[in-house]
């Protein structure tokens, strides 16, 4: 099913650009064809590479044997390997460049293996990526990620007059959307960066004429804030999607004035892939203010005690832990995501933390990601996050990190959440000014390090 969507559409040139490196369409499918030879249709076949077109073409050879992708992330240092590995049975990763293609005149190169003939639907074995526990194995269906490609194409209006610039992992979900299947269906040319190069980024932007960028609010406030930037060098972008961490409606705002193009929110995880964003026809103070909506036959629903539910045709069959499947759904098969959101009357989602990240300070119950709001609204602050900090007294205080200028102190802090009308006990106590925020392999900020550097200063 993502074999034939991904090999009938137009040809071009430039499907892939990658450094130096520009392969057409057919190079890539023939390519894929090549290594796809050595697989075995229903067999899990993991791979470990970076930002480029050997990742494309190794999912894409999986789903033309008929095989099931299972993407590590380049970064993983032999625990998610060694997880996947004894999970599924396997002993090898499959590297594409092992496997050169010669390129005949006609095209696609022999043999083409029908993916009628794999023994089920399983396309996809992705493990999530949080930065402690043991990796959960999120099953994909082939049906899934069809339907999320065809309806994510729709919605944003993609055609072959676009370009993306794609610099995330393509082990991630939103790499492999925004990075693979998107392009490979709409025949779209994709700008792969193996390394976040803010310099290198606009560059790229400008000489490859980037229409769209997809990504987590880190690579959009390098861009403006490196030296080289103007608005100039971004005017071919049209479109800005924004997702996987808190994102603020001024962090919008300010990227919206700053790239002159259209900038909405997203929202999704590995197991349910953008399930609420906007068109880029919608309300802007909608792009700003909400993570947009779902669209049929998707349904979000937010329980009694405020967790978002979902449930539509993309998301996950489940995990490879029958447990973790078993505890991930209701009794009615609905999607429990473990994030705190409401839903406006017109169905748009605004997420506003985590279960698993609340405050409790003195018995009050804090979210975090109200706390980051209000310190991103202040100009001197780019980012922004929050945990609670152990106090023997209070169980928990509010302590910040921020990406700010000199002027933003503990005391302009308070100053700024007394003029915001915020309550005291949601102020930071602790503020720890960072020259740049880290993160995870997934543009997340990587909250389990902030922790460590709040136990070990020294750090």
């Known amino acids: 099913m993502i074999h034939e969507m991904l090999t009938l559409v137009p040809r071009r040139d430039d499907l892939i650009v990658a450094g130096d490196r520009r392969l057409s369409t057919d190079e890539v499918m023939a390519w894929a064809a090549q290594a796809a030879a050595t697989l075995e249709a229903g067999q899990p076949t993991a791979f470990q590479l970076p930002t480029g077109p050997e990742g494309v073409v190794a999912y894409r050879a999986c789903w033309q044997a008929g095989a099931v992708a299972v993407p590590l992330l380049q970064s993983d240092e032999g625990r998610q390997r060694s997880h996947a590995f004894a999970t599924l049975g396997i002993n090898r990763l499959l590297n594409p460049s092992e496997h050169p293609a010669e390129y005949p005149a006609g095209g696609e190169?022999?043999?083409?293996?029908?993916?009628?003939?794999?023994?089920?639907d399983r396309a996809l074995i992705m493990f999530t990526s949080g930065s402690s526990g043991v990796p959960k194995g999120v099953v994909h269906t082939q049906a899934a990620l069809a339907y999320k490609t065809r309806q994510t194409i729709a919605i944003q209006e993609f055609t072959p007059d676009d370009a993306g610039l794609f610099p995330a992992s393509l082990a991630h979900v939103a790499g492999l959307l925004h990075g693979v299947l998107i392009p490979g269906a709409a025949s779209i040319k994709t700008v792969l960066m193996s390394r976040w190069d803010p310099a290198e980024a606009l560059r790229l932007i400008e000489q490859e004429q980037i229409t769209y960028m997809v990504g987590p609010p880190t690579f959009f406030n390098d861009l403006m804030g490196h030296p080289d930037f103007s608005p100039s060098r971004t005017a071919s972008l049209r479109l800005l999607s924004i997702g996987g961490s808190s994102i603020t409606p001024a962090f919008v705002n300010?990227?919206?004035?700053?790239?002159?193009?259209?900038?909405?929110?997203?929202?999704?995880?590995?197991?349910?892939?953008t399930a609420t964003t906007c068109t880029i026809g919608d309300d802007p103070e909608r792009m700003a203010n909400t993570d947009g909506r779902p669209f049929a036959p998707t349904q979000i629903r937010v329980d009694e005690h405020g967790e978002i539910q979902i449930h539509g045709p993309e998301v996950t069959v489940g995990y490879l832990d029958p447990a973790h499947t078993a505890a991930a759904f209701t009794e009615d098969g609905w999607f429990r995501t473990r994030d705190l959101g409401r839903l406006d009357a017109d169905g748009y989602l605004t997420v506003i933390g985590r279960l698993g990240q609340?405050?409790?300070?003195?018995?009050?119950?804090?979210d975090a990601i109200e706390v980051e709001a209000i310190l991103e609204s202040h100009p001197a602050v780019s980012q922004a996050v929050v945990l609670g900090e152990p106090d023997d007294r209070l169980g928990e205080r509010v302590a910040a990190f921020v990406v700010a200028d000199g002027s933003f102190d503990l005391d302009e802090c308070r100053r700024w959440f007394a003029e915001a009308g915020a309550a005291r006990f949601m102020t930071p106590e602790r503020l720890i000014a960072i020259a740049e925020m880290p993160t995870m392999p997934s543009?997340?900020?990587?909250?389990?390090?902030?922790?460590?550097?709040?136990?070990?200063?020294?750090?």
């Open 443 to 459: 543009g997340k900020p990587d909250r389990a390090d902030l922790a460590e550097k709040l136990r070990d200063p020294t750090r």
């Open 109 to 120: 190169a022999s043999p083409r293996r029908s993916t009628q003939d794999r023994p089920d």
């Open 254 to 273: 300010r990227a919206r004035d700053a790239f002159g193009c259209v900038v909405k929110r997203a929202y999704g995880s590995t197991e349910a892939p």
């Open 358 to 366: 609340k405050i409790i300070r003195g018995g009050e119950n804090i």
